[in-house]
């Protein structure tokens, strides 16, 4: 405890000026003045008794610069801590220099917001400081206060005037102008006070990242004022079904949060989940045309007993990103499992970059029969990651944290640059080498590069198949890959869409690629030998292909059962299990092109020989790289 003497002495001693103000509880610009020191009076020519219940406008020289009057009060409106150097007038008008600092102070048993303003005055700036009279002593006492109460008048009217442009100014600067809800950063600036309010009382509340799905393809579809409408409609939607003590916020181009406090109930956190999932599953209708977008919802918790609340947005960020991953449309809790697969995803993350400095990923191989004949047509490169400890590490494992970090590009060109170099060296050998499908991601067709080591690879572009995702071309088509297409299609290229299915393209879509191949995804195909549905889609999906003149690739074949059944649909090609896993080059030189052992001459030459003779067993061996996809 301070003995009151000691602290008493602040108000004599201290040659700084001191003024204590009482604010109001819902406006840090308003206040009334409650006590200054000596250091005070003798700046500002103010005694105790004159600003004793006084606003605070007082401070404020009627010779003040705007720009500064409006700082003051707009940081005093943020409850900010700040200092300002400027020209104000004494009580007799006379100009100095001064610097201003205001310090925010709360009374923890009332709960009672007070500042603190601290003046010290300045050696004159070198600015222009302009000459003002002081008021003459002649003036009578009743004149000079008559004066002064209207000098007050006149400044509480230009200040309210300032707070209103302050207050529009400050509700623009909070506002996402789009949708009239918190912008990034003043949701950043409530959630600093939730959870300051959380540490003060243990009132726990709920965070909501909601992300919508394929919102780039409403605005590719139907243009950026359709993807306008559909923002709005979110946030009148989601206004609709919170109240206002939650806070709802949209921190960037289709995300949005919203924060609620947690009652009795968890019912109330899993109920706005459904709801907002359920609700975004609706289409909504734009100048006659009908989109859908769903939303995906990471709900996380900050209560009393975390550590770190603060962690409660990258928390719900990684619940959505499970959500996302779950297949989208639907809200996920955040685990501490996840907590720790953040963990371990930074893990694999940088593991990944050393991995591409390395080149540690390989090309497998897996064969693709034709349906009719069971002749080998060609083969798909898929990658592996040969990881030095932890060894051969299959694509669903790192693909998407590789894609998440920007490294799939690097990783399909490690890729390619391999298997050219392996189909190379076979031609060199003189070995009649089968077409060649390669995945290729949306990152690599954008980088302005990759044509270039296309066009400069050395191998027959004839035979290569560039498979794209269906979910490349609906998410990220845009010119420079369009551009990319035209390219490798003028190149010989073949391009093919894969897992056609899972990414609801639409026919327009189809026509506007026009890909000579359509790749159905697997889970299609497998279940549709015991479920009927499924057999109808597969039917359906070869029906439009054909009619659009395209190929047809059914992937998952892992039985007669499903090559028959393919096959009487009028698939093209088949490629699954059945025929071979995907394998490792020396595999698929061994069983497939020499049929036995290892390279050498003497096999080389046998390889040439049989070349002519290989025989069709669709379930074990290519023969002949025949047909042409
Ligand atoms: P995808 O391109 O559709 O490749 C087919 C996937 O199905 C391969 O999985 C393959 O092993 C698997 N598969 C083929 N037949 C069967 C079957 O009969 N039964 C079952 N259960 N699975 C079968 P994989 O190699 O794990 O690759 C998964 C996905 O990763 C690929 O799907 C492709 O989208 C992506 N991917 C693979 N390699 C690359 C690459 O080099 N670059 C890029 N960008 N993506 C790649
Ligand atoms: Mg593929
Ligand atoms: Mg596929």
């Known amino acids: ?64 610069q705007q720009d500064k009057h409006l700082l003051i009060i707009e940081k005093l409106m943020n409850w900010e801590q700040f200092s300002v150097k400027l020209l104000n007038n004494r009580k007799n008008g006379e100009l100095h220099w001064q610097k201003m600092s205001w310090v925010p ?10 500042w603190i303003c601290s003046i010290m005055e300045l050696e004159p700036q070198a600015e222009f400081l302009p000459k003002r009279q002081p008021t003459t002593s002649t003036c009578s006492q ?67 990242y909601i992300d919508l799905d394929r919102f780039k393809s409403v605005n590719d579809t139907l243009g950026h004022h359709a993807g306008d409408k559909l923002l709005v409609c979110v946030a009148d939607m989601l206004l609709g079904m919170t109240d206002e003590t939650d806070l709802i916020a949209r921190i960037g181009g289709d995300e949005f949060v919203v924060l609620r406090r947690l009652t009795e109930s968890a019912l109330n956190i899993s109920e706005l989940a459904d709801n907002i999932v359920k609700k975004m599953q609706l289409p909504f209708t734009f100048e006659g045309k009908s989109a859908s977008s769903s939303a995906s919802v990471g709900v996380a918790i900050a209560s009393s007993t975390m550590e770190r609340p603060e962690r409660i947005i990258a928390d719900a960020d990684k619940a959505l990103y499970h959500a996302k991953a779950q297949g989208r449309g639907r809200w996920s809790y955040f685990t501490e499992e996840m907590h720790t697969a953040a963990i371990e995803e930074k893990r694999l993350s940088s593991d990944l970059l050393m991995a591409c400095g390395q080149r540690q990923f390989e090309p497998y191989y897996q064969p693709i029969v034709e349906a009719v004949t069971g002749r080998l047509m060609g083969v798909e490169a ?102 990319a297409l035209d390219e490798l299609t003028d190149l010989g290229v073949t391009i093919a869409i894969d897992d056609f299915g899972t990414g609801h393209a639409s026919i327009q879509a189809l026509i506007q690629i026009k890909p000579s191949v359509l790749k159905i ?36 074949i892992e039985s007669e059962d499903h090559v028959r059944i393919a096959k009487d649909m009028g698939c093209d090609y088949l490629q699954g299990f059945h025929f071979g896993e995907p394998m490792p080059v020396e595999d698929l030189f061994d069983q497939f092109i020499c049929g036995e052992g290892k390279l050498s001459s003497k096999k080389k030459t046998k390889a040439k020989e049989n070349r002519r003779e290989r025989t069709i067993l669709a379930n074990r061996s290519w023969i002949e790289t025949s047909g042409s996809i």
């Open 521 to 556: 995804d697997r889970q299609f195909v497998q279940p549709m030998t015991s479920d009927p549905t499924l057999k109808e889609l597969v039917s359906s999906i070869v029906g439009i292909g054909k009619s659009l003149d395209m190929k047809i690739i059914a992937e998952g």
């Open 142 to 208: 009743a004149e000079t206060e008559f004066k002064n109460r209207e000098k007050i008048q006149r400044l509480e009217r230009e200040n309210n005037r300032l707070q209103e442009i302050a207050l529009s100014v400050a509700k623009e600067s909070r506002e996402d102008p789009l949708t009239g809800l918190s912008n990034r950063r003043h949701f950043q600036v409530e959630l600093r006070s939730w959870i300051a309010e959380l540490r003060a009382s243990g009132q726990g509340f709920a965070a909501f």
């Open 1 to 64: 405890m301070i003995p009151f003497q000691v602290f008493e002495q602040i108000s004599d001693k201290c040659n700084e000026g001191l003024v204590l103000g009482k604010a109001c509880s819902n406006d840090g610009a308003i206040m009334e003045l409650r006590w200054c020191n000596k250091a005070f009076s003798n700046i500002t020519g103010y005694s105790m008794q004159e600003i004793m219940g006084q606003r605070g406008t007082i401070l404020i020289g009627p010779d003040m």
């Open 105 to 114: 102070l709360s009374d923890p048993v009332t709960g009672d917001r007070w």
């Open 382 to 483: 898929l990658v592996r990651w040969q990881h030095p400890t932890k060894g051969l590490i299959q694509p669903a494992e790192f693909l998407n944290v590789a894609t998440s970090i920007g490294a799939l590009r690097k990783i399909d060109e490690i890729v390619f640059g391999k298997l050219c170099a392996t189909w190379l060296h076979f031609e060199s050998l003189g070995i009649d080498t089968p077409r060649i499908a390669v995945n290729v991601s949306g990152e690599r067709l954008a980088d302005s590069n990759f044509i270039h080591q296309v066009r400069s690879s050395g191998i027959d572009l004839r035979k290569i198949t560039f498979e794209i995702l269906e979910s490349v071309y609906l998410e990220r088509m845009n010119d420079t890959v369009r551009w």
